[in-house]
């Protein structure tokens, strides 16, 4: 058992010390890993969503505030999302929606409100507002 033990010491000994021998062996200092440009990450609250649009079956704008417009994709085609008056969005996990597992859209149906996931998530830009609302 005694020898057991001194071998995981020696053993993990090694594994601490080989980064740091490799490294003393090259002539070159170490490189930084290059940065990675950070996304933008867009964020908004369920409670401050103003109106809506339906794209198509699948995708729907909607409104936050004044300027802020995010097209939301769903996991599943909504038949009734295109003549619906109004919607519902459910923020999951928290009151922040900032991805697309982060929401639920609720539409009322002949049968009953419906529920579709949310995919995917985008802010619109302010040239894709505005073109969608010259359409």
């Known amino acids: 058992m005694m020898r057991h033990l001194t071998l995981s010491l020696v053993s993990g000994a090694l594994l601490l010390a080989a980064p740091a021998l490799a490294a003393a062996q090259t002539d070159k200092p170490a ?69 697309g597992m982060d929401a639920t859209i609720i539409v009322p149906g002949p049968i009953g409100a419906q529920r579709y996931p949310v995919t995917a998530i985008r802010k619109l830009t302010p040239e894709e507002i505005k073109a969608r609302k010259a359409r």
């Open 31 to 99: 490189a930084k890993p290059a940065a990675k440009p950070k996304a933008e990450r867009t964020c908004f609250r369920a409670q401050n969503v103003d109106g809506f649009n339906a794209v198509d079956k699948e995708t729907v704008d909607v409104s936050v505030g004044v300027r802020d417009v995010y097209r939301l994709t769903l996991f599943s085609p909504s038949p009734d999302i295109d003549w619906t008056q109004r919607i519902g969005i459910e923020a999951r996990g928290g009151s922040w929606i900032c991805s």
